[in-house]
Nanobody, 125 residues
Framework: QSRLVENGGGLVQSGGSLRLSCANS????????IAWFRQAPGREREGVSC????????YYPDSVKGRFTISRDNANNTVYLQMDNLKPEDTGVYLC??????????????????WGQGTLVAVSS
C-alpha cells in the first residue's frame, strides 16, 4: 500500500518558482499513474498534472501548461512538481496521488487510489 508524503510548499512571490516532492514509501514494481492536485478555498479540487509510468505521458490543464512540470526519480520512488512563473491563483494545498495504471495512459487521472496529506503553496502578488 502506497504512503505518500509531500514536501516543498511555502510562500513565494508572483513570478517565483517552487519544487514540490512526493515520496512514495509503498511503491512496487507495478506501473503507476501519478498526479498532483490542488485545493484552493472555495474551489473544487483541480488536477494540475498526471504522469503515466507505462509510457511517460504527461497531462496538464491549460491553466498550468508551460509553467508546471511533473517528473519522477524511480531510484528514490519520488515524484516532483516543478512550478515556475507562479501566480496568485496557484495558491492552494497541493496533494499528490498514485494508483496502479490498469489501462491506457490517457485515462491517467482515473487510476488514482492513494493520497498524501498535502503541502501549502501561497503565492503573493
Amino acid at each position: 500500500q502506497s504512503r505518500l508524503v509531500e514536501n516543498g510548499g511555502g510562500l513565494v512571490q508572483s513570478g517565483g518558482s517552487l519544487r514540490l516532492s512526493c515520496a512514495n514509501s509503498g511503491a512496487t514494481s507495478h506501473k503507476y499513474a501519478i498526479a498532483w492536485f490542488r485545493q484552493a478555498p472555495g474551489r473544487e479540487r483541480e488536477g494540475v498534472s498526471c504522469l503515466s509510468e507505462s509510457d511517460g505521458s504527461t497531462y496538464y490543464p491549460d491553466s498550468v501548461k508551460g509553467r508546471f512540470t511533473i517528473s519522477r526519480d524511480n531510484a528514490n520512488n519520488t515524484v516532483y512538481l516543478q512550478m515556475d512563473n507562479l501566480k496568485p491563483e496557484d495558491t492552494g494545498v497541493y496533494l499528490c496521488a498514485v494508483g496502479i495504471q490498469a489501462g491506457p495512459p490517457v485515462l491517467c487521472y482515473r487510476y488514482l487510489e492513494f493520497w498524501g496529506q498535502g503541502t501549502l503553496v501561497a503565492v503573493s502578488s
